[in-house]
C-alpha cells in the first residue's frame, strides 16, 4: 500500500523567513497530494492541494510543488509569520481513494 | 456554512467499556471518513462511509465499525476497549468522490483509563 514519509519532524525558522517541508510517496498511482494545518485543539485544515497533472501550485505565501518522477512533493511557506507555526501534514491519495498521510512536521517561527 | 460537528469533544472511559462518536458532515457532503490521531502513529485511516455505504476500511480491529445515516451523519463505535484506544479521533467530509478537499471537524478527544 502507499506510504507517505515526511521530513523534517522539527522546523525552527526566524519570522520572515522561508520553511520547506519535504515528503515522498511509494504509490505511483497515488494522483493527489494536499497539505493541511493543525492548531492545537483543531482538527487539520486543508491549506493547498495539487493533482498528479499539475507540477506546481501556489496561493499567496504558500506554494506545493510535485514531482512525479521521483514521487516527491513539497511545500513552501515564504515570509513565514508567527501565526504559521503549527504542525503540517503531507497525504497521498492512494489507488483505493484512501488519504494517507505523512508523520507531520511541527513549525515553529520566532518573531 | 456550518462546518463539520464531532460531540462530544471529550471522553474518558474504562477499559472494557464501549464508547460510539457521533459526526455531522457540512450540509450537502455525503462522503465521510475516520481517522485515528495519535502522537506515535499520526493519522490512521479507519473507514470511509458514502451514502450510507462503507467504501473503504483501514487495518483496525473488527472491535472499531461504523456506520451513516441516510442524513449523511455518521457515528463510529469502539467495543471492549483498550488503553491504547486513547486517542485523537477526526471525522472528514467530503462533497465527492473519495478524499478530495476533506474538511475535518475539531475532533472527539478519548481517554480510556
Known amino acids: 500500500g502507499e506510504n507517505v514519509e515526511q521530513h523534517p519532524s522539527t522546523l525552527s525558522v526566524q519570522e520572515g523567513d522561508s520553511a520547506v517541508i519535504k515528503c515522498t510517496y511509494s504509490d505511483s498511482a497515488s494522483n493527489y497530494f494536499p497539505w493541511y494545518k493543525q492548531e492545537l485543539g483543531k482538527g487539520p485544515q486543508l491549506i493547498i492541494d495539487?493533482?498528479?497533472?499539475?507540477g506546481e501550485k501556489k496561493d499567496q505565501r504558500i506554494a506545493v510543488t510535485l514531482n512525479k518522477t521521483a514521487k516527491h512533493f513539497s511545500l513552501h511557506i515564504t515570509e513565514t509569520q508567527p501565526e504559521d507555526s503549527a504542525v503540517y501534514f503531507c497525504?497521498?491519495?492512494?489507488?483505493?481513494?484512501?488519504?494517507?498521510f505523512g508523520s507531520g512536521t511541527r513549525l515553529l517561527v520566532r518573531p | 456554512k456550518a462546518g463539520v460537528t464531532q460531540t462530544p469533544r471529550y471522553l474518558i472511559k474504562t477499559r472494557g467499556q464501549q464508547v460510539t462518536l457521533s459526526c455531522s458532515p457540512i450540509?450537502?457532503?455525503?462522503?465521510v471518513s475516520w481517522y485515528q490521531q495519535t502522537p506515535g502513529q499520526g493519522l490512521q485511516f479507519l473507514f470511509e462511509y458514502f451514502s450510507e455505504t462503507q467504501r473503504n476500511k483501514g487495518n483496525f480491529p473488527g472491535r472499531f465499525s461504523g456506520r451513516q445515516f441516510s442524513n449523511s451523519r455518521s457515528e463510529m463505535n469502539v467495543s471492549t476497549l483498550e488503553l491504547g484506544d486513547s486517542a485523537l479521533y477526526l471525522c472528514?467530509?467530503?462533497?465527492?468522490?473519495?478524499?478530495?478537499?476533506?474538511?475535518f471537524g475539531s475532533g472527539t478527544r478519548l481517554t480510556v483509563v
Open positions: 495539487i493533482r498528479s497533472n499539475v
Open positions: 472528514a467530509s467530503s462533497d465527492g468522490w473519495g478524499p478530495n478537499g476533506y474538511t
Open positions: 450540509s450537502g457532503h455525503r462522503s
Open positions: 497525504a497521498a491519495r492512494d489507488s483505493s481513494y484512501k488519504l494517507i
